[in-house]
Nanobody
Framework: QVQLVESGGGLVQAGGSLRLSCAAS????????MGWYRQTPGKQRELVAG???????TYADSVKGRFTISRDIAKNTVYLQMNSLKPEDTAVYYC????????????WGQGTQVTVSS
């Protein structure tokens, strides 16, 4: 079972930036795509950004041009750089190691809260 630990969340003003980190327990990038998801109360968890085993990236339309997903293979860590944050980006952000088309088949981290004030 892959263990994932997210960090980097917090409170930021609109227009600000945060970088989330997701540290994995082992060498997982050769076998797994990685994704960042977010969830707000009463809504389904949604894919924000994903990176495939081969390094291709995908983004939700709402974050394109503002968020960047990247990974450091040597550190077994995936990052989400979030710029130009908006109040609607407020959510709990989760890291997942597994298929981007079926994250329920993968492993989740515990989540980290991101709050953007207006």
């Amino acid at each position: 079972q892959v263990q994932l630990v997210e960090s980097g969340g917090g409170l930021v003003q609109a227009g600000g930036s945060l970088r989330l980190s997701c540290a994995a327990s082992g060498s997982i990038f050769s076998a797994n795509a990685m994704g960042w998801y977010r969830q707000t109360p009463g809504k389904q968890r949604e894919l924000v950004a994903g990176i495939t085993k081969g390094g291709s990236t995908t983004y939700a339309d709402s974050v394109k041009g503002r968020f960047t997903i990247s990974r450091d293979i040597a550190k077994n860590t995936v990052y989400l750089q979030m710029n130009s944050l908006k109040p609607e980006d407020t959510a709990v952000y989760y890291c997942n190691a597994g298929p981007l088309w079926a994250p329920q088949l993968g492993s989740w981290g515990q989540g980290t809260q991101v709050t953007v004030s207006s």
